[in-house]
């Protein structure tokens, strides 16, 4: 008897488990208000991207047209795939000591894998995640970028950015 | 000569008659046979084509998302632009495949199901060939496609397609049974093996509401074996892309691959319109004794839409079944088929057996 009611009990478990499910699909299916994905190019002037969306790698300016990189090299040595090269040069700073500044800082976004390592080992967090996406271009050479903009100097660190 | 929609026996009957006053009577059945053939040609394409957009918006809605809708207004003609797609793929060679039972294998599953469409009443007086036994005929005929699965499995010289063939034919054996014991209880409730008879006899109410809870549960049974016949999913353990790529039709490409595709799809829409036909009365429109005026309405709508309505109906929940259970494993699908559903399926056929004997069923 026990067996026969296990069965039964088996059987209408199962249709009240699979009647669940179909609820849940159902009442999407007949709330197309819910649809979540968005329609790209129709949309494309008001598109905000989220905060963490890795687009491409950047070096933010400030007004005066500095930077904070310091032509460490961190970034390149930690890039997997050898997407980033740094040309830095000697100088001598006005108070007649030699320093070592950032010549050209190469992103080859064409080999990165958006991985993030260069931008959370960068000492002086030159560089951060650009919300920028559209990358398509007809020559691959134009993904080649440097990331200093020209004739940019380096942000000479104060006390609060220190603390950062 | 007056023709309308609610019948086509007279339209079919001038056609017959026209033709055969220009030539003699062979001739004019050949020539019918073409017309016929060309008309399913017609409707197959099209139905297959808007079948495969209809089951991807349906479920592009359960994900949320939008489905095609880039070719035309809402996407109404991407599956044409595939098509064309795929006729102009290159069709590749397989190297050690038998090119012949390869080639074959697709021809084969297509038509199967062109023959299964042949016996579907459509309208009052509106199908190719009324059989006498056109529910066995059916189910004889629907299960052909599995032999060129099989050959289209074994044939590829691809240990995917072998497993995926395989588990097909395990599949198809099993649940051919069931499908054949679920419309028997229709048969029972009928008396009769012939699908314009079974349709006339729901003239007062459908047989699903006339044989009320084992009608239910022959409805219930016969949508799930009929997704397993027809490969879908959650029982699509032939293709199951995700562990044999695409199962028997992973060699497949271009427009033997489309065969494939609209087959699938072609079975679907054939099933559900027997499913439609026995169960929910098929282009009979919806009655209840004795409410004249409701009757008179609903006369009102063609049989042809009181048809399709049904099929699109069943089509619509099979669909739902797809995107909505996940895929079970072979043993599982071996044991709901013969632990589950053949018994189930067993006492209702005595049960119902039992009830057209006492009569208590709405005659
Ligand atoms: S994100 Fe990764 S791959 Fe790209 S440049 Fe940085 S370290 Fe290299
Ligand atoms: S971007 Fe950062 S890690 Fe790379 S060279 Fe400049 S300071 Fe060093």
């Known amino acids: 008897m ?163 | 000569m007056n023709f309308s929609i609610y019948d086509f026996t007279s339209f079919i009957n001038w056609i017959d008659n026209s033709l055969n006053s220009y030539m003699s009577p062979g001739w004019a059945i050949l020539v019918e046979l073409v017309i016929l053939g060309l008309v399913f040609i017609a409707f197959y394409a099209v139905i297959g084509l808007y079948l495969v957009l209809a089951e991807r918006k349906v479920c592009a809605l359960i994900q949320n998302r939008f489905g095609p809708n880039r070719v035309g207004p809402i996407g109404m003609f991407q599956t044409i632009a595939d098509l064309i797609k795929l006729l102009m793929k290159e069709l590749i060679y397989i190297k050690h495949a038998d090119t012949f039972l390869f080639n074959i294998a697709p021809f084969i599953v297509i038509i199967a199901s062109f023959m299964a469409i042949a016996a579907l009443p459509f309208a009052k007086g509106l199908h190719a060939i009324d059989l006498n036994i056109g529910i066995f005929y059916m189910i004889a005929v629907s299960s052909l496609g599995v032999i060129g699965i099989l050959i289209s499995g074994w044939s590829s010289n691809n240990k995917y397609s072998l497993i995926g063939a395989i588990r097909s034919g395990a599949q198809v054996i099993s649940y051919e049974l069931s499908v054949g014991l679920a419309l028997l209880s229709i048969v029972i409730f009928s008396g009769t093996l012939q699908l314009s008879g079974i349709v006339e006899s729901q003239a007062n109410g459908w047989w699903i509401i006339k044989g009320h809870i084992p009608a239910i549960i022959s409805f219930i049974i016969f949508l799930t074996t009929c997704t397993a016949e027809t490969n879908r999913g959650p029982f699509d353990l032939a293709e199951a892309e995700s562990e044999l790529t695409a199962g028997f039709h992973t060699e497949y ?63 619509l929940i099979i669909m739902w079944f797809k995107w909505t259970f996940p895929r079970i494993r072979i043993d599982q699908i071996l044991t709901l088929e013969w632990k589950y559903l053949l018994p189930l399926n067993l006492m209702n056929i005595v049960l119902i057996a039992f009830i057209v004997l006492m009569g208590w069923y709405i005659k």
């Open chain 2, 253 to 315: 490409s271009g427009i033997k691959f489309a065969f494939f595709f609209l087959a699938e799809y072609m079975n679907m829409f054939i099933l559900a319109a027997l499913a439609a036909t026995v169960f929910l009365g098929g282009w009979m429109p919806f009655h209840i004794a004795g409410w004249e005026g409701m009757n008179n309405v609903m006369d009102y709508i063609p049989p042809v839409i009181w048809f399709f309505g049904k099929t699109v109906v069943v089509i």
């Open chain 1, 2 to 164: 026990n067996v026969i009611f296990n069965y039964f009990g088996d059987v209408f478990g199962a249709i009240k488990s699979l009647w669940a499910g179909m609820c849940v699909t159902g009442y999407y299916f007949i709330h197309p208000g819910q649809i979540v994905t968005q329609k790209y190019p129709e949309n494309r002037r008001k598109l905000v991207m989220f905060e963490r969306f890795k687009g491409e790698v950047i070096m933010p300016h400030d007004e005066n047209n500095q930077h904070a990189c310091t032509g460490c090299g961190i970034c390149e040595i930690n890039c997997p795939n050898g997407s980033i090269e740094i040309i830095s040069k000697k100088i001598t700073n006005p108070e007649g000591k030699p320093e070592r500044i950032i010549d050209k800082h190469i992103y080859h976004l064409s080999m990165c894998t958006f991985c993030g390592l260069c931008i959370k080992n960068c000492p002086a967090k030159a560089i951060v995640w650009g919300q920028q996406f559209e990358h398509a271009v007809f020559n691959r050479h134009k993904l080649t970028r440097v990331l200093n903009l020209p004739r940019s100097s380096m942000k000479k660190k104060t006390k609060e950015s220190k603390k950062l």
